[in-house]
């Protein structure tokens, strides 16, 4: 059953075609990322925790790119803006709540009562330091 399943969530993964490429530089820098498909990202981001070098999201990052801003191992520049929508695949585990388990604190709590209803072709927008005010975890990159 486990090999099935294994090989299962293999050819589902890889048949994504918006996989963010592999780290080859330290840091590795997520820039200008308008999200994606959900599994997309997170074995994306499930690759750079296991990684474990340091990521930095410059520019802006909207849509599930947010499940990157929870990382350990990331930080958000000064300047980049993070972006919120409701997802386009709403159906039982998969859509909001997926993204939701990768939220913290206000972060969470604004895209539950808020944000998730923003229409997918739409993004909320708030800076970093917004972000960090409603998620005090969250860490902003050293100038």
Known sequence: MWRGLVIGIFVLASACTDRRP?????????????????????????????WGQPVVIRDYCASVCVVFTTMPNAC?????????????VNRGPVGNPQMAKHMR????????????????????????AEYKALDPQARICPT
């Open 22 to 50: 592999a780290p080859n530089g330290v840091p590795y820098i997520i820039e200008r990322d308008g999200g994606g498909q959900i599994i997309s990202a997170l074995a994306d981001r499930a690759r750079l925790m296991a």
């Open 76 to 88: 958000i520049e000064a300047d980049a803006r993070i972006g919120f929508h409701s997802s386009s």
């Open 105 to 128: 604190a206000g972060v969470k709590r604004m895209f539950l009562q808020e944000w998730q209803f923003v229409p997918p072709d739409q993004i909320h927008w708030i800076s970093a």
